[in-house]
Structures are given as structure tokens and as C-alpha cells.
């Protein structure tokens, strides 16, 4: 009897392991915009003088950043208007800690007009962990 409890149990792990992944780059196109979460050496690649916004809290800003990026708290109840001063034709380049606030910013930032979004898959650990540069 216990032999036939194995397998569907792993089956059910492997399924369930395999379905949560949804975190790999990826690119999105919407009704609005194109949504791309890109890995770090993409991101760096096609940064360039491009706008780049970190999108975590002014603490975690002032603790280190990417160099050239501005800080527009994403839990700021006026985000999107902080954001509106910024032109929605040019791409833009957003990241947070670990790539979840970026994930749903991205999609409001779409909805809002914005049709270039790089958003960067792992946020700024990835980025560390990828040994590229941080200022404080």
C-alpha cells in the first residue's frame, strides 16, 4: 500500500515545485505596454542614460542603490503621480529588493501609460550576487 502512496505524492511535489516557478525572465506585452524582467546583465547591458528608478522605501535607497537611479517609494500612496513627471514614450528601468514590488509596479506603471518596462528579475540582490557595482 505504501508504494502506491509514493507516487502520486511525488508527483504532486514535482507539479507543485514546477508551478510555482513563474519568476524567470520573462517579457509581458499588455493592452498598455511591454513589460520585460530581465536578468542582471541584460538590465546593465541596455541601462545606458535610460531612466532608472528603484522603487524601495528611502531607508532601503540610502543603504545602496545602482548608480544614476532615483528613488520613488513604490508604497508612496502618490507613486504614480511621482512617476507621471516622467516621459512614457522612453523605456524606463525599474527594480526594488527582490523583484516583487517591481512585478505588480510594473503592471500599474503599464496600465499608466509607461510602454518600455524593464523590470530587473531578482531585484537588487540578484544584482549584488551578480557582483555588479552598488553606491551608497
Known amino acids: 500500500m505504501k508504494k502506491y502512496l509514493k507516487l502520486p505524492f511525488i508527483v504532486l511535489v514535482t507539479f507543485i515545485a514546477f508551478s510555482c516557478n513563474n519568476s524567470k525572465p520573462s517579457k509581458t506585452v499588455t493592452q498598455n505596454g511591454e513589460i520585460n524582467r530581465v536578468t542582471p546583465q541584460d538590465f546593465n ?9 528603484d ?6 535607497f540610502e543603504q545602496g542603490h545602482l ?35 517591481t512585478s505588480s509596479a510594473s503592471k500599474k506603471l503599464a496600465n499608466a501609460g509607461f510602454t518600455l518596462i524593464y523590470d530587473l528579475h531578482g531585484g537588487i540582490s540578484n544584482w549584488h550576487k551578480n557582483k555588479f557595482k552598488i553606491v551608497k
Open 45 to 53: 547591458s541596455k541601462l545606458d542614460d535610460n531612466i532608472l528608478i
Open 55 to 60: 522603487i524601495r522605501t528611502p531607508r532601503e
Open 67 to 101: 548608480e544614476g537611479a532615483v528613488n520613488v517609494n513604490y508604497f508612496d500612496k502618490a507613486f504614480l503621480t511621482q512617476m507621471a513627471k516622467y516621459d512614457k514614450s522612453k523605456a524606463i528601468f525599474i527594480y526594488c529588493r527582490s523583484g516583487s514590488r
